[in-house]
């Protein structure tokens, strides 16, 4: 997509963008045509690292024990270890405000098994079962590039949509992560495929790209 147009579009929402007394995220929308989204060679499951980062910070949810649960509560509120699993499991109220305040989770390797068997019924459906890692592992890089990393997932409607950053972020900067998602899009889905693409903002306005 050509990058000239694309900023213009972004800088035409921005100008025309009311203030909402929070940061709105901004995001890319694209409506698919002549597809079946739930083929298996349509269905979109990707995870996209924003080059120019998302503007704000995240939840990373962490299942560890030992050394790895100590390192890990130095960069998350939202550390658990397998006994505050078993502890927690049975109450299914309290894991799914747990797993929605989180956007993604990492688990020590060896717990995997035990998740899926405690927490699966709560995690999987959000698409939100963890990244296995080893417990030696150094954390803070593997924090800050999943704290810029975007989830795009489709469903059964042929459409999606993924943030691509902040409303105070410079045109530029949300142009480059736009057509690194809208890259990453066209690896599975081409783009004579697309039906449109829109720029929003979470609660503004919306201009049509393609």
């Known amino acids: 997509m050509d990058k000239k147009l694309l900023t213009s579009k972004i800088k035409e929402l921005l100008e025309k963008n009311q203030e909402k007394g929070f940061k ?3 995001e890319v ?7 079946n989204i739930e083929d298996a060679s349509s269905k979109l499951n990707l995870n996209v690292f924003l080059p120019k980062g998302r503007g704000k910070d995240i939840n990373i ?3 560890a024990d030992g050394d790895m649960n100590l390192r890990a509560k130095k960069l998350s509120d939202f ?14 109220r309290k894991m799914r405000r747990f797993a929605d305040d989180c956007y993604f989770f990492i688990a020590q390797a060896d717990l995997m098994a035990h998740i899926g068997k405690t927490l699966g019924v709560v995690l999987a459906p959000r698409s939100k079962m963890p ?14 590039r999943l704290k810029n990393t975007v989830r795009i997932k489709s469903r059964k409607n042929p459409t ?8 105070d972020m410079s045109p530029e900067d949300l142009t480059e992560n736009a057509v690194t998602v809208l890259n990453a899009i066209e690896k ?8 449109s693409v829109y720029i929003k ?10």
């Open 79 to 92: 550390v658990m270890s397998k006994q505050e699993i078993d502890a927690n499991a049975k109450d299914k």
């Open 160 to 167: 999606v949509q993924a943030p691509i950053g902040v409303e």
């Open 24 to 26: 709105q995220s901004v």
């Open 131 to 144: 990244q296995p890692i080893p417990p030696t592992v150094d954390l803070k890089p593997l924090f800050d």
């Open 61 to 63: 949810g962490v299942f």
């Open 29 to 35: 929308c694209i409506n698919f045509k002549d597809i």
């Open 201 to 210: 903002t979470t609660m503004g306005g919306m201009v049509r790209v393609l």
């Open 188 to 195: 599975q889905i081409p783009e004579d495929k697309f039906r």
